[in-house]
């Protein structure tokens, strides 16, 4: 037995079976990065700072840190919110599939 279901209603079920399977992360990815980036461009600078290494014998190792400490957390993130949305348009064809007909909501 099928019937017509509004395309806005198959939108509202898929994306609440996307937030139980998949939710989106608190946090933006771009938002994540810049944070790990700078965060541990911070730390890295008081530890220098502290043990009184010179910052020119070591700029770049300092600088391939701070880019895997942001780089990091901004794959992590990314790879979340591509899987949510993954998991939101295969739901979606899923359900226009078992109820057939889709009417367009203008």
């Known amino acids: 037995m099928s019937f017509a279901m509004k395309n806005a209603d198959l939108w509202r079920e898929a994306e609440a079976y ?3 399977i998949a939710p989106l992360p608190k ?3 771009i938002e994540a990065g810049l944070m790990g980036f700078f965060g541990s461009g911070a730390i890295l ?3 220098v700072s502290i043990s ?3 910052s020119d014998r070591f700029d770049v190792p300092l600088f391939t840190t701070m880019a895997i400490c942001g780089i990091a957390p901004y794959f992590y993130f990314r790879g979340q919110v591509t899987k949510h949305y993954r998991v939101l348009g295969d ?3 899923s ?3 078992r109820y057939g007909e889709v009417e ?3």
């Open 95 to 97: 359900l226009a599939d």
């Open 104 to 106: 367009d909501v203008q």
């Open 91 to 93: 739901e979606y064809r």
């Open 18 to 20: 996307a937030k139980q």
């Open 27 to 29: 946090h933006d990815p």
């Open 52 to 54: 009184g290494l010179s």
């Open 45 to 47: 600078f008081l530890f």
